[in-house]
């Protein structure tokens, strides 16, 4: 400290560091501002309002009925039993290993022959978005020529993940604007008529922005054209159990894939199902022939790991699987993944209900009929942009609302304001 004072004050200050000093602002002249991201610019948006009567619907994360972020019990009493713990040091091996372990059991099941025989492997990665990133990445790299399908819509970021990672973003149909339900018949078509061993990025659950999942039947009819196809499921799994309230259930649609013998990739987020946005905890699994090939594969994921962001945090990884491998704090944290979900319901019966009551001559029946954490509303840009300038309510501009945000107080206020910019 010494020492760098002592030259800061003998520096003699030469025309050519100045000179250096302009030329260095020149290095960033070519940069510009980045577009706005949707979903941020809605926080932001939603910040700046100095207005009472402010509503953010845009946010994905759970809110109580008080509109207030919730920390799970089962999450506090999981803090308590890891406290002392010696987690300074960098993630080790083992436990990132016990994570993906505990991660693949939630979605295929702990009696899962694959779990028994070892056909998985996988990282703990940057919560559900790093696990995508990692695997854009493992693709790009052992098929370079590959795309990646998504549906239409869905989650605006992995547009920019896939992109990021240079793999070309193809689209398939899955949600019909008219019936605001699957567009079943034009999906298969789009499965059908994708070049063999396709890579396809499927939601599992409520899907997001939708809210709007096949049925079982439907799952196995796309399980068994992706057979026909040879493609290859990646599945992205962020609301495991916050669609049904019961975690087994909203994996079905992976397990029917595993049972049809797919090789599937998944990218599991811990950040929604148990309130740790901020930990950044996740998981991407990837199924293989048997444990030899699953050793090849966790090493390159290791390698591209390294690279991006050397290792994970180990803190909420520790949370996790404190509460996955405690029979009690499991159970506990199924109880509240259930009260999330009956909180989200009763709001979605609320908000219809309170249209119906104002009568509004429209159709509300996807309120209820969609899950998860999202409605989509079926609003238009223009009418989402009047119920930010007339009544303080934001949401994403594809009208789509986050139920969280919906409180046994401000439902019937959004019912209303909906109804006034949707009655003409
Ligand atoms: N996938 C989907 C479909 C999501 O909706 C989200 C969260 N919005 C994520 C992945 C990843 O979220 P996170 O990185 O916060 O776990």
Redesign the pocket.
Known sequence: MLIWRRYLMTRPMSTSSSATTIEGLRWWERVGPAPKDPILAVSEAFLADSSPLKINLGV?AYRDDEGKPVILQCVRAAEAKISGTQFLESLSSAASTKLVEDSVQLVYGKDSDIVKERRFTGLQAL????A?RLFAEFQRHFYPESHIYLPVPT?SNHHNIWRAAQVPVRTFHYYHPDSKGLHFAALMDDIKNAPEHSFFLL?PCAH?PTGVDPTEEQWREISHQFKVKNHFPFF?T?YQGLASGDLDRDAKAIRIFHEDGHLIGC?Q?F??IMGL?GHRV?CLSILSVDEKQAIAIRSQLQQIARAMYGSPPVHGSLLVSTILGDPELKALWEEEVKVMVDRIIRMRAALRRSLEKLGSCLNWEHITNQVGMFCFSGLSPEQVDQLVREFHIYMTCDGRISMAGVTTSNVDYLANAIHEVSRY
């Open positions: 994905g919560s559900g978005t790093g995508c989650w939601h997001n992205d962020a990218a987020s950040a929604k946005h996740g």
